[in-house]
Antibody
Framework: EVQLAESGGDLVQPGGSLRLSCVAS????????MTWVRQAPGKGLEWVANIKHDGSESYYVDSVKGRLTISRDNAKNSLYLQMNGLRAEDTAVYYC?????????WGQGTLVTVSS | EIVLTQSPGTLSLSPGERATLSCRASQNVNNNYLAWYQQKPGQAPRFLIY???SRAPGIPDRFSGSGSGTDFTLTISRLEPEDFALYYC?????????FGQGTKVEIK
């Protein structure tokens, strides 16, 4: 059974930083693109970033370029999202997702709140 | 970026009825890379359909997808109680990948 467990969400002030983590199990992590998708409270879904199997390529939605960085450690079956320069509009539940374009499996999400 | 517009915003139906959900793209979706997801309150989305018409593993055959180009449809042939939820379409034909705003299927 595929499991994706996110952690690291918290309340942070505007301009602050946070690092989200996702530990994967139940599949060969190193064989899959991985993605972060977010959902603001009461709103729809937004693709944030994805990363290739080996970490050699990554892509971002324009609104987060230069502030959020996706990375992975295949030895630890882990996906990360380093979040710097956080803004109020980054407030959302962040989901770790298996897949790079079709989103096969989703974690339960971790809540990031950006507020003073 | 490709904007996906879903209609209607809310669909009020009874169990056993047929649900037809629409997703229209602002430009052609390359290779018909259009997927559908189901989300229930407090839960993560669930992958239903990919490449416009292929069912994901474990998805009941009452769910079907169709369409091409800019117009796509998700059909639920006979609504079961567990099908009342929010549904999103998503394209991965042209980056950035984008989602529709969702259609809520509620019990009438």
């Amino acid at each position: 059974e595929v499991q994706l467990a996110e952690s690291g969400g918290d309340l942070v002030q505007p301009g602050g930083s946070l690092r989200l983590s996702c530990v994967a199990s139940g599949f060969t992590f190193a064989s899959y693109w991985m993605t972060w998708v977010r959902q603001a409270p009461g709103k729809g879904l937004e693709w944030v970033a994805n990363i290739k199997h080996d970490g050699s390529e990554s892509y971002y939605v324009d609104s987060v370029k230069g502030r959020l960085t996706i990375s992975r450690d295949n030895a630890k079956n882990s996906l990360y999202l380093q979040m710097n320069g956080l803004r109020a509009e980054d407030t959302a539940v962040y989901y770790c997702v298996r897949g790079g374009s079709d989103f096969y499996d989703w974690g339960q999400g971790t809540l990031v709140t950006v507020s003073s | 970026e490709i904007v996906l517009t879903q209609s209607p915003g809310t669909l009020s139906l009874s169990p056993g009825e047929r649900a037809t959900l629409s997703c229209r793209a602002s430009q052609n979706v390359n290779n018909n890379y259009l997927a559908w997801y189901q989300q229930k309150p407090g839960q993560a989305p669930r992958f239903l359909i990919y490449s416009a018409s292929s069912r994901a593993p474990g998805i009941p055959d009452r769910f079907s997808g169709s369409g091409s180009g800019t117009d796509f449809t998700l059909t639920i042939s006979r609504l079961e109680p567990e099908d009342f939820a929010l549904y999103y379409c998503q394209q991965s034909g042209t980056p950035p990948w984008t989602f529709g705003q969702g259609t809520k299927v509620e019990i009438k």
